[in-house]
Each structure stands twice: as structure tokens, then as C-alpha cells.
């Protein structure tokens, strides 16, 4: 994937701000869009899902990226958790059927509520 066009908005409380003063995050399709405000070509991706993510969450220094996905009846839907500087994904949980509805992260960045 080398750029992304547009903003769906179908996800609930989809776009942020990174704490960074310096990003944005929205999720498209299966992916999350990170871009640089005011420099449309600086534009990167977190990916990992193998359907649309429903949900996403940023840690409060920014350091952590969560998503969850929504899937098909009866199967298991993924939370991928990303280290934000790297851009690689640093975790992956299956604890949901279907949807993933909504994610936070504690204060102090150790826990992930879903």
C-alpha cells in the first residue's frame, strides 16, 4: 500500500490526534492510516487485520496504537496492538467473537481495556 485517499468516518470516534502534536490516525478498510498534518505525502500504515477494524485507540504518551476488527458470524475477531515509532505490531490478541465494540488503555499504558 503505498497511499490511501480519503476518510470513511464509519468507524465511531475513529480519528485522533496523536499526543505528538504531529499525526493523525484514522482506520480504512482492514488498516490504519497514519499521516503527517500538513504534509499530505507523508503517509504511513499500521497494518495486520485480515478484516475492517471497528475500533481504535492511542496510548496517552502516544507510544501504543490499538485497533480491534470486525468479522464474520462465528469468527474470532483480532486486537492488534502497534508500537507507534516503529510502526510494527507488538501484539495480537483473540478474545472477541464478531466485533471488537471499543478499546482504552489505562492511565499508565500497562493495561488494554476491550
Not at 17 to 42: S, T
Not at 49 to 77: E, N, P
Not at 95 to 111: G, P, R, Y
Request: glycine share 10%; charged share 15%.
Amino acid at each position: 500500500l503505498d497511499s490511501a485517499i480519503g476518510f470513511g468516518g464509519n468507524v465511531s470516534a475513529g480519528l485522533h490526534i496523536h499526543p505528538d502534536g504531529k499525526h493523525i490516525l484514522y482506520p480504512l478498510g482492514a488498516c490504519i492510516v497514519v499521516r503527517e498534518i500538513g504534509n499530505p505525502k507523508a503517509v504511513g500504515f499500521l497494518t495486520g487485520h485480515s478484516d475492517k477494524i471497528s475500533c481504535l485507540a492511542v496510548s496517552s504518551s502516544g507510544r501504543y496504537v490499538a485497533s480491534g476488527q470486525s468479522t464474520h458470524m462465528g469468527f474470532q475477531a483480532d486486537i492488534c496492538v502497534f508500537d507507534f515509532e516503529t510502526r510494527r505490531m507488538v501484539h495480537r490478541m483473540v478474545l472477541h467473537k464478531v466485533t471488537v465494540q471499543c478499546l482504552a488503555f489505562s492511565a499508565d499504558e500497562a493495561f488494554l481495556a476491550s
